[in-house]
């Protein structure tokens, strides 16, 4: 095991060990070693590893017992959703998972919107759109896009909701530079939300939860046929 930097140390070092964790290289159930010798292998004091073993203890990787050792836990069953944009680089298979979470809270919360959405909060949704389709390329798009369907959770007037949708984003951009397919051309992209944003502005919420669905769907598809993934 490498001696790590010393900066941010217990940031590196929590990392580190989701990292292994995630990977398989501690399996669920099993305990981990003793912690003098993980600290003297990774160049760190006790202090700073229990200060990362809590941090983990808290996202539901493990689980310490005084007088027993420190054990990783199945982080399916106990993991929050802050572990996503890690299990998404150790294996793209999650991304169908997120897609389908994200298609069913997306045209929840665009319903949502077109019932609860303020003047000026629709009058941003019609801004934030023109800039899909003014972008310059399919990154800025994508981009773009991403700040529509955040307005879109702000609009519902539920703070849950913004910080779900704050969530799946961020499960997606270690994905998201293989993900640009549906941007490439900006303003296929723009005519594509375009009805999501037009039903929430008429506060029409069936046709936005509608849309919303379908718009999901569509750059589900291309995303999924662009890495290969049926």
Not at 65 to 84: E, P, S, Y
Not at 106 to 121: N, S, V
């Amino acid at each position: 095991m490498e001696t790590l930097p010393r900066e941010t140390i217990v940031d590196v070092l929590e990392n580190k060990l989701r990292e292994e964790i995630l990977a398989g290289n501690h399996p669920a159930g099993s305990y981990l070693p003793p912690e003098r010798e993980l600290a003297d292998g990774y160049g760190v004091t006790r202090t700073t590893l229990k200060h990362a073993f809590g941090r983990l203890v808290q996202s539901g990787l493990l689980e310490t017992r005084h007088g027993v050792g420190t054990r990783v836990r199945d982080f399916v069953r106990f993991g929050g959703a802050d572990l996503l944009p890690m299990l998404v680089r150790h294996s793209p298979d999650w991304l169908g998972e997120i897609f389908e979470v994200r298609r069913g809270i997306g045209a929840l919360i665009a319903e949502r919107a077109a019932m609860k959405a303020t003047p000026a909060q629709r009058g941003e949704l019609r801004s934030l759109l023109a800039a899909v389709g003014e972008a310059e390329d399919g990154g800025a798009a994508q981009l773009a896009d991403i700040e529509v369907h955040r307005a879109l959770a702000r609009a519902t007037g539920n703070r849950v909701y913004t910080l779900l949708t704050n969530t799946l984003f961020n499960a997606y951009v270690p994905m998201r530079a293989h993900l640009v397919a549906p941007f490439e051309d900006p303003r296929v992209a723009h005519a594509r939300l375009e009805p999501v944003v037009s039903a929430v502005d008429a506060g029409d919420a069936k046709a936005a939860k509608e849309a919303a669905d379908a718009y999901l769907a569509a750059t589900e598809r291309i995303m999924l046929d662009a890495l290969g993934i049926a």
